[in-house]
């Protein structure tokens, strides 16, 4: 069952995806996300209150999980910042020469 505490999770991972996105930056699909993020934790945060805490939930730890792969594979597979673009940064070197 999707419970507060999945719902917390789920917010959690979308606010990382959307700070990949955007860098930090405003980007119309980061701030749409982080709006998205920003009600889902007010609704889990609101239906918590309500209900008696489940113990040992697999669905808030299988979100977690799943959002720190997908963390770890934009960080392998893409450029993890703005700043970190290597043609940028040769591109900056080679100008104070």
């Known amino acids: 069952m999707i419970g507060p505490a999945a719902l ?3 917010a959690a991972v ?5 700070l990949q996105i955007s860098s930090g930056q405003y980007d119309p699909r980061a701030l749409a996300l982080v709006t998205l993020a920003t009600v889902a934790a007010m609704i889990g945060a609101a239906w ?7 113990r040992g939930a697999v669905l808030p730890q299988a979100l977690l999980g799943f959002g720190c792969a997908v963390g770890l594979a934009c960080n392998l597979f893409t450029n993890p910042t703005l700043y970190a673009d290597p043609a940028r940064s040769r591109a900056a070197f080679a100008g104070s020469r």
């Not at 979308?14 to 959307?18: P, S, T, Y």
């Not at 918590?48 to 489940?54: D, F, H, S, Y």
């Open 8 to 10: 917390l999770a789920l």
């Open 14 to 18: 979308i606010i990382a995806l959307a």
């Open 48 to 54: 918590r209150k309500r209900v008696v805490p489940e």
